[in-house]
């Protein structure tokens, strides 16, 4: 038998060890390998691993959203792939009601698969949800991804003919992070939609 047999062999008597005695330490385990294959675009490896995780823990609502994130990847960021990632991103909706990265996700995946009704939707719950978390936490905690999700929400607004939705949407940013009408991709992006900040218009001089 070739050494890397034998090898491969050690290692799944061992996993399947640690499996039986302490299954939660070994589904920790898992989920962090599949997180690092998935960092270093080792797709394959990581839905496999993935996969394995929600066969231990079926309501591991991370897990399901990186799934979605890793088979949407797997078609290149596709239609194909659009569709198979969401009921990955439903299923870790289900298991986790709270997690409002999963909702992000969903309302992304709707609004590039042409539904922008259910994309607002999942995008205005992603919200609740984190700005609840931020007034719930002892000490104030910022998502520091909230900010391009009210860019996409603004956008979504925008390309379906409701530009007072998407200054709105804008109001609600400035008003929760201040410091945004710094910054040039917000200046950007608001110039380039002749939306408002403060009664002002910033326009796109250059691109």
Not at 144 to 151: H, R
Not at 173 to 194: A, C, E, Q
């Amino acid at each position: 038998m070739a050494i890397d047999k034998i090898i491969e062999n050690i290692q799944r008597e061992t996993e399947a060890k640690i499996k039986q005695i302490a299954p939660q330490i070994f589904h920790d385990v898992l989920f962090q390998k599949a997180l690092t294959y998935q960092r270093d675009e080792l797709l394959e490896t990581a839905k496999e691993l993935y996969e394995k995780v929600v066969e231990i823990n079926p309501h591991n609502s991370s897990a399901y959203n990186n799934l979605g994130n890793v088979v949407k990847a797997l078609e290149s960021e596709g239609v194909e792939g659009l569709k198979k990632a969401l009921p990955y991103y439903e299923k870790a909706i289900a298991c986790g009601p709270g997690n409002e990265i999963a909702h992000r996700n969903l309302g992304d995946a709707y609004y590039r698969l042409g539904i922008p009704e259910k994309a607002i939707e999942s995008y205005n719950k992603a919200f609740e949800i984190a700005i609840q978390k931020e007034n719930a936490a002892q000490q104030k905690s910022f998502n520091p991804a909230i900010p391009g999700w009210y860019l996409e929400l603004a956008e979504i607004y925008v390309t379906s003919g409701k530009k007072e939705e998407a200054q709105r949407v804008i109001d609600n940013l400035i008003k929760s992070r201040p410091g945004v009408v710094n910054d040039p991709h917000f200046k950007k992006f608001v110039g380039t939609h002749g939306l408002k900040t403060d009664q002002k218009v910033y326009l796109v001089t250059e691109v």
